[in-house]
């Protein structure tokens, strides 16, 4: 856990309400956090990299809604990956725009490109804080998205990315269940 505040779960399901992708979750520890996920989910590394390095293979973004609010972007993505098309992560997301250059701003809006890679792409200076870690059961969105037939458990986490010293991106991450 950190110092930080962090991101704030409920703020984040106003603007994407859960009522279809997420049946239920609990706050759990990190130490509660069981492998693998605990080795996709606790560390202060981008989940682009991480999610790519353990299912061996680039990931794309598929954008599923998107809200803009002033300098606030927020949307709900999936993580999918170009072998195979397999969905492996969920993801809630809201940037603070005013914190992002022209070029990242750019790049984040045109909604062709994970977060995590735009940044790295773009050298940012970046801090990835995790502030808290779910146990969660997945809703019929969710299921299908990950490709299950009955709800099974998965872990996620709340985290900040802090670019340029600036807590510019607010995130949940979801990782498919590794049980399937």
Known sequence: MSASAG??????????????????????????????YRKLLVH????????????????????????????????????VKQSD???????????WLHYCSPEVRAEILAEKMPIGRILINHNVLRRIEP?????????????QWFGLTKPEVTYGRLALIHCDGKPAVELLEVVAPEGR
Do not use: C, N
């Open 85 to 95: 098309g397999r969905v492996v992560q969920f993801g809630l997301v809201r940037i």
């Open 131 to 143: 502030t808290e870690f779910l146990r969660i059961t997945p809703g019929p969105d969710m299921m």
């Open 7 to 36: 991101p704030d779960l409920y703020t984040l399901f106003q603007l994407f309400p859960p009522s279809s992708y997420l049946r239920e979750f609990d706050v759990v520890a990190a130490d509660w956090v069981p492998e693998p």
């Open 44 to 79: 202060e590394h981008h989940m682009t990299v991480t999610v790519e390095a353990h299912h061996g293979s680039l990931v794309d973004v598929k954008v599923l809604e998107t809200k803009r609010d002033g300098d606030s972007y927020a949307r709900k993505i999936l993580l």
